[in-house]
Every structure is written in structure tokens, then in C-alpha cells.
């Protein structure tokens, strides 16, 4: 599409948020619309940074991968064996590849399978969690839905889980872990976990659908395994570089499952366009919209935020159709 018909769209959608084309290391279009701060009038700019909600699984799947490179972890690692007495409905054969690939079975703290929206509050004490392991009780006493490796369902808590193997293997905090095995040596300078009850002047307020109040009671204080990190479009450049310049890229988009409901398939912690090599990371949560997608073959990097949900999609189709 033309890019001029951003602004219309925008217009017409309300959009407040980013749009970013990076053909290449080229910035083709660079572009900010609306308000990072409502109550005091701040305007989003091109380098603002957003909470991304999901497309954070990708960080947590690089950062497992690291782990199984350096042999702390493997793909077939069984969740018990680091879980210990923690989580006891979490199936014995349930591993590593199996989390990763939304393919674990386990109950889900967050299931997208259930009658629940976005602006929801669903979480319960958003401000105790400000570590992997306080979500510990979020996580208990879930039944499992289905046997591991049965079939694909998607599934926030698994990455949590995720984040919780990666701190016990690696010997410190998750966090800590994304900082120094994907954030760093990507020089992604402006992409860090914030906490939401006091979000520095450059990072925009998530807002919920068409009101006026922010996100903060709907979201954890502080995110982990299973997303919310806060980014720009300018570091999700450097993240696909970064991505496709290593060992891991093969590996991560490798496609795993098709899944029809999405028209996508999924590799470890990415989705994968449904017939190109196109790699995608989204996100859709309470005041968080985000879409990247990369085209390895072109470099092309197109990257819609939005501190609004879902207020990334109509610009985000429109731009990768």
C-alpha cells in the first residue's frame, strides 16, 4: 500500500502509536501519531517506547536458547526436573520444546482459549508481581488441558514457566538474563523491562479501548516470560539484525506447527507468515498493541506500536498485506 495512506488510516482508526519500514538499514518511513501521555498532553515520537505485551516471547525463547547453547538447559529438559515440588500439575514429560512451542498442555493463568477481553481485569494483584517467581501462585492448582505434544495451544503461562527454568538453570533473574543475552549484545540501548507504576518520561502510558484510564491495574507492575517488555521501533530494527546475523535465526523459525485459526505457523517463539519466510512478533493486551515482521530475503522491517489496544492492527494489516 501506499505509505502515504498511513495518515488516513490513522486518522480514521484514532491511532497513537509508532510506524517504522526499515528496508534494509534503511528508513523508508518513520512516523509517530498521538498522545504518549493524555492527561498531560505528551506527544508520542519515533522514539518512544512501548510495551509490547506477547512480542516479548521471542526474547524469553532467545534467552532459553543461550541457555541450551551453553548446556545449562536442553530442548528436551523436563520443566520437574528444575520445577522441583513447585507446580505439581504440571506434567512429568513436559519439557523445554514443548513450553516453547505452545505445545506443553499446561493450565494456563491466562487462557486464550476462554470468554475474556483484553481490558479485563483478570490478573488479580498486579502489584506483586515484580518477580518470576511471585507468579508462582498465579500459576498453581490450573489443570492440565491436554497431554503434552497433542497439539498447539497457546499459552501465556508456559513462557512464564519458561522464565522460571531460565533463572534456576542460569543462575540469576530473568530480567538480568534477557539484559545481558539479548538486549546487550543486540545494542538495544533503549529496550528494558519498566515498571508501569513509574514509567520514565520517554515510555507512552498504555491506555484502554477508547477511555481515558491506563492500563496499571490491568497488567503486571513488572513483566516477564510471557511479555510486556517495552521496546521502540527503532530497537526492533537492531533486533531482527541482530536475530539474523546469528546461530539462532535458523533454529527460532524453523516452523514447528501450522496454526489454521491464526493462518500462521509457529516456530520457537516466533510466528512465521503461512507460505513466506516472513518472521513475525506480536502482542494484544490491556493498553499494548504491537506487530514486527521481517522479511529475511529483502531486510525489510516493518514495526507498528501502539499504546492503545488494538490499535496497532488496522495499520499493521493494511501495512502487511
Known sequence: MPLGDLDKIAEDTGFSGVVQVDRAGEIEFAKAYGLANRAYGVPNTVDTRFG?????????????LSLVHEGKLALGTTARSLLGDDLPLIAGDVTVEHLLTHTSGIGDYLDEETDWEADDYVIGAVHEL?????????????????????????????????????????????????RSRVLRPADMT?????????????????????????????LPVLATG????????????????????????ELVTRPRHDVPEESLR???????????????????????????????????TITVLSNTSPGAWPIARALMS
Open 226 to 249: 510471557d511479555g510486556g517488555i517495552h521496546t521502540t521501533a527503532g530497537d526492533m530494527s537492531k533486533f531482527w539484525r541482530a536475530l539474523f546475523a546469528s546461530g539462532d535465526a
Open 130 to 178: 515484580t518477580t518470576t517467581e511471585a507468579f508462582l501462585p498465579l500459576l498453581d492448582g490450573i489443570p492440565t488441558k491436554f497431554k503434552a505434544g497433542e497439539r498447539f495451544g497457546y499459552c501465556n503461562g508456559g513462557y512464564v514457566v519458561l522464565a522460571l527454568l531460565a533463572e534456576r538453570a542460569g543462575g540469576e533473574g530473568y530480567h538480568d538474563l534477557v
Open 52 to 64: 509490547i505485551a506477547s512480542g516479548g516471547k521471542g526474547f524469553t525463547a532467545l534467552t532459553v
Open 190 to 218: 533503549r529496550t528494558d523491562f519498566l515498571r508501569s507504576d513509574e514509567l520514565p518520561a520517554d515510555a507512552a502510558v498504555g491506555y484502554l479501548d477508547g477511555r481515558d484510564r491506563s492500563n496499571v491495574f490491568h
Open 266 to 300: 509457529y516456530g520457537l517463539g516466533f510466528w512465521l507468515h503461512q507460505t513466506s519466510d516472513t518472521v513475525i512478533l506480536a502482542g494484544y493486551d490491556a493498553g499494548e498493541s504491537f506487530k514486527s515482521t521481517h522479511d529475511p530475503h529483502t531486510g525489510t
